[in-house]
């Protein structure tokens, strides 16, 4: 490990989650948390996540040039496998633990970071459903979503429409215009409630279950909403068959590299990041 990183915060204090906040994400699939990482924390592990995600961004069409999921944000992924300091930030255990804890699991694996930038005027993000792209054996993962600048109520953060968890599958429908079309005429007919945290400061997290719906509106403004995404799942659990889904089959290719279906998710990609 570089000088460098050695100096960052190791990220390794508990945060203290309370039994409100776990009740919270168990009844509804999603959950507000401030303050998970402080300011100066945040003010050391920033400029390395924006330097990554800079580095590492293909996306080089003009907005005009993109469909919808393109002008939804920049999206880079796995960014700690290619930065030593990015690394600590994602394994850190303060998250983890906070994943199992919600989860009610005694250890976490990683399925994959995400760097999601939502550019000056860029369009919303449809209605969708992480775990639709996932072929993991259980209906009980998280995705944590943390912005690393303020993120005023004119941005906009994630809107979850509450009860969808408990629906699961919702159908093959990956993020799209289509998808948004259709799920919002479901969470009408269903008369989901829906629910955004607001404005969030930098440093706060909101984490949500992979089955519930979500979106977010647009970035009418010209800063950068940057956000990172850490993806977990409970130890022990088993690659599942991901049929034709091309979207899963890709996930098993990408992100379980040589396993198969009966397989513990558990390749070297999927490093355990917390055990009670």
């Not at 792209?133 to 004119?154: K, Q």
């Not at 979106?215 to 022990?236: H, L, Q, S």
Request: hydrophobic content about 35%; glycine content about 8%.
């Amino acid at each position: 490990m570089s000088t460098a990183v050695q100096t960052l915060p190791d990220l390794h204090e508990d945060y203290a989650l309370t039994p409100t906040q776990i009740e919270t994400y168990r009844e509804k699939g999603h959950v507000h948390l401030p303050a998970v990482l402080s300011a100066e924390e945040l003010a050391a592990f920033r400029p390395i996540l924006n330097h990554a995600a800079d580095a590492y961004n293909t996306e080089k069409r003009p907005m005009e040039e993109r469909d919808t999921y393109g002008k939804a944000f920049l999206q880079i992924m796995n960014l700690w496998t290619k930065d030593e300091a990015v690394r600590r930030y994602v394994f850190a255990r303060r998250f983890a633990k906070i994943a199992a804890e919600l989860m009610g699991v005694d250890g976490v694996r990683l399925y994959h970071d995400q760097a999601l930038f939502k550019e000056p005027f860029g369009g919303p993000t449809p209605w969708h459903q992480d775990q639709y792209y996932w072929p993991l054996g259980t209906d009980n993962t998280i995705t944590m979503w943390m912005p690393l600048v303020d993120v005023p109520d004119e941005v906009g953060t994630l809107t979850f429409a509450t009860g969808s968890r408990e629906a699961g599958f919702l159908g093959d429908f990956e993020i799209s215009d289509e998808s948004d079309a259709i799920f919002e005429v479901l969470v009408r007919e269903k008369g989901m409630q829906l629910h955004n945290y607001g404005g969030m400061k930098a440093g706060d997290v909101s984490f949500h279950s992979g089955w519930t719906l979500h979106g977010a509106p647009g970035n009418p403004t010209p800063n950068m909403r940057e956000v990172m995404t850490i993806i977990y799942f409970p130890d022990g659990i088993k690659v599942t068959d991901p049929g034709d889904n091309p979207h899963r089959n890709n996930d098993l290719r990408t992100w379980l590299p040589g396993l198969k279906p009966g397989d513990f998710a558990a390749s070297e990609l999927n490093p355990l990041l917390y055990k009670k």
